[in-house]
């Protein structure tokens, strides 16, 4: 049998993890009323069944079936999340509607996704693209930004936050959280595990970046770094 939580508890799940997790109780807040047809704001207000409450998150959602898979589990829940490729997924995305001129906030929960915007960009441009092709073009986006920022000395150290978010407590409620350094070091390495960037430095390898087909990227990253080799540690 599902445990019941109310919509608090749900939120409490989400708000415990980082970048991007506020994506999954937006939907909560839609609905004028009681039907099913219109949302489920207030319905949301009584006791749910947490997988009912998943469930109905996951079904509206344009997400690719593995990157679900991954991120949520099997089954799905709001917590213990890989959030490290949940953040990939949305750098990824937000390098896609971005270059399309739409609103950040097209890709909330019930809005937009990589279908739809594939949709959209083949009959704007009467040139099909698959919505696999338009989150790997957001990918290549990301990476040129990321191997410009490398050029101008950023490392894996500056993906971090100030040391006081360390020190001083985070309070929510009654409850006092400090956010452990250790932590967001193991999230941030499984996050550059999945760009396939250097562990050590942040670098994008010559392999990811060759296969995004950023060839000249790559050439003008591997002369810098080789023209520059006390930036390698």
């Known amino acids: 049998m599902n445990k019941r939580v109310s919509l608090t508890e749900v939120n409490n799940y989400g708000g415990s ?11 909560a807040r ?53 959030t490290a490729m949940l953040v990939k997924w949305y750098n990824d995305l937000t390098c896609v509607f971005n270059s399309l ?11 937009m996704g990589p279908t739809l915007y594939a949709e959209l960009y083949s009959a704007y441009r009467g040139h099909p693209i698959t919505p696999i092709e338009l989150m790997v073009a957001g990918e290549r986006i990301f990476n040129v930004m990321r191997a410009y920022n490398i050029r101008e000395g950023m490392r894996r150290e500056h993906d971090d936050w100030p040391q006081r978010f360390y020190d001083q407590p985070l309070k929510r409620g009654d ?11 193991q999230l941030l390495h499984r996050y550059y595990e999945l760009r396939e960037w250097d562990l050590k430095t942040g670098v994008p390898t010559q392999g ?26």
């Open 17 to 27: 993890q980082e970048n991007g997790t506020h994506y999954f109780h937006r939907a």
């Open 30 to 82: 839609y609905g004028a009323s009681d039907s099913a047809q219109r949302g489920p704001s207030r319905c949301t207000r009584r006791l749910w069944s947490e997988g009912v409450y998943v469930d109905w998150l996951l079904k509206r959602h344009d997400m690719f079936d593995d990157v679900k898979k991954a991120v949520f589990g099997s089954p799905p829940k709001l917590y213990d999340l890989d």
């Open 101 to 111: 001129g739409f609103c950040m906030f097209s890709d909330s929960w019930e809005a």
């Open 175 to 185: 409850e006092t959280h400090i956010l452990s350094k250790e932590r967001a070091d």
């Open 208 to 233: 990811k970046l060759r296969e995004l087909q950023l060839y000249d990227v790559a050439d003008d990253l591997l002369q810098f770094m080789e023209e520059h080799p006390e930036l390698e540690t």
